[in-house]
């Protein structure tokens, strides 16, 4: 195939070809985002343990369960040990200013999440501290926090009678290892939040939200969350156990359509582009005809001709998808900091570069090949005739 004549073809009108480019680098772009976006929402539920059960109430998440509930559900056989995981929901300073707060069992946390790894502090020294907390380190560098800075949270959820903010501090900054912990989240002493509760220093349900249940090595997660519910299958309180991904998926359920949304989104930028380009090719087609008359005539074969129109088809949309991928790994990082309260681990994956760059390959093969299938099956004579 004459590769001069490709590419002379393809600036033959410059304008055109930039704005079909421009087109596609911005559909690209908005592509990759959109499924960086969906994988990001998922991470949750694919980086789940599979040795972690999340116990919870049967009626509904936000009603809490039994603190004496514990001790029960450590018995039951298969049971390696329990955590307690309560919703804390406190205002920092301003509500736009929002990151997700637990209260846990500071002795057990470790176990229980094992791929909250501390890269600075210690899990003695939080639990040590009865006002201590653990916080990620994307938090810490959201508002400069450090190793022994106070944070004051104002109760919502669990209001200090006096009107003061609860004041936790920081023993431990950590990096978690799997995406189902995202480092954006405040860890602290469930303790410290009952303990207030009992005295009247602050108002508010008492219970736990969750009660997330590691298991022992060879545990069957099924049984082991039948006698659990069963357990508890006449009160005071009924429960559901789900694995740690089925309890993600809920999380992610809870934005509604959002996922369908955005593929919905997706889908409908494909086909836009995909019109955009192929009007553009079959265009460009009509315009040759005179041209490729005269390359017939001097001997070319109608392959020729197929792949003079496919290949222009297949190297713009290679060069504005290209760099549309492009486009969209290079600003991972300014709006991955924008999005970390929505979607704490968006990143353009290398599966999300090929994907992009696979469907510029597909869209210019789909725009393409009717125009050069046209252009193969010319007629020599007609196309001479043609209007210059």
């Known amino acids: 195939m004459p590769w001069t004549l ?25 592509l990759c985002f ?26 509904s998440l936000f009603v809490d369960l039994p603190l004496s509930y514990q ?21 920092y300073r301003d509500p736009s200013n929002f990151f997700a707060q637990f209260a846990v069992d500071a002795d057990r946390f470790a176990a229980a999440y094992p791929e909250v790894e501390l890269t600075q502090g210690s899990h003695e020294d939080f639990k040590a501290t009865r006002t201590g907390c653990i916080i990620g380190e994307d938090l810490a560098k959201r508002f400069g926090w450090k190793i022994g800075d106070t944070i004051p949270l104002q109760g919502t959820i669990f209001p200090r009678t006096d009107g003061l903010p609860w004041e936790l501090t920081v023993s431990g900054i950590y ?12 860890w602290f002493h469930h303790a ?46 009924r ?22 949304f955005l593929g919905s989104i997706g889908g409908g930028v494909l086909f836009a582009i995909l019109f955009a380009v192929l009007n553009t090719m079959l265009l460009t087609a009509r315009e040759r005809t005179h041209d490729l008359g005269v390359m017939k005539a001097l001997g070319f074969s109608d392959a020729i ?23 969209a790994w290079g600003t991972q990082g300014p709006l991955g900091a924008g999005l970390k309260q929505l ?26 090949i009717i125009p050069a299938w046209q252009a193969s099956r010319l007629d020599v004579v007609e196309a001479l005739r043609a209007e210059i």
């Open 239 to 260: 429960v559901q156990g789900t694995t740690e991904a089925e309890f993600q998926r809920q999380f992610v359920s809870m934005l509604g359509s959002v996922p369908t």
């Open 6 to 30: 490709l590419f002379k073809n393809m600036f033959s009108h410059p304008f055109r070809t930039l704005l079909t480019m421009g087109s596609l680098i911005v559909a690209v772009f908005l």
């Open 305 to 327: 001709a197929f792949w003079l129109l496919l290949g222009e088809s297949l190297l713009v949309c290679v060069i504005g998808g290209g760099l549309g991928v492009a486009l």
């Open 34 to 59: 959109l499924r960086a976006s969906l994988v990001a929402l998922e991470a949750g539920v694919a980086g789940a343990s599979s040795n972690r059960l999340m116990v919870q109430s049967a009626v």
């Open 71 to 91: 001790g029960k559900i450590e018995n039951v056989d298969g049971v390696a040990g329990t955590c307690k995981l309560q919703w804390f929901g406190g205002i």
């Open 175 to 186: 990096k978690a290892k799997t995406a189902n912990v995202d480092n954006q989240t405040l």
């Open 343 to 368: 979607i704490p681990t968006y990143v353009i994956g290398q599966e999300t570069v090929l994907e992009g760059l696979a469907l510029a390959v597909a869209l210019g093969f789909l725009a393409g």
């Open 192 to 237: 410290y939040l009952d303990e207030a509760l009992v005295a009247g220093q602050a108002t508010g349900p008492r219970g736990v939200g969750v009660y997330v249940v590691a298991l022992d090595r060879g545990a069957s997660v099924e049984r082991v969350a039948s006698q659990i519910e069963d357990l508890f299958r006449n009160g005071p309180q």
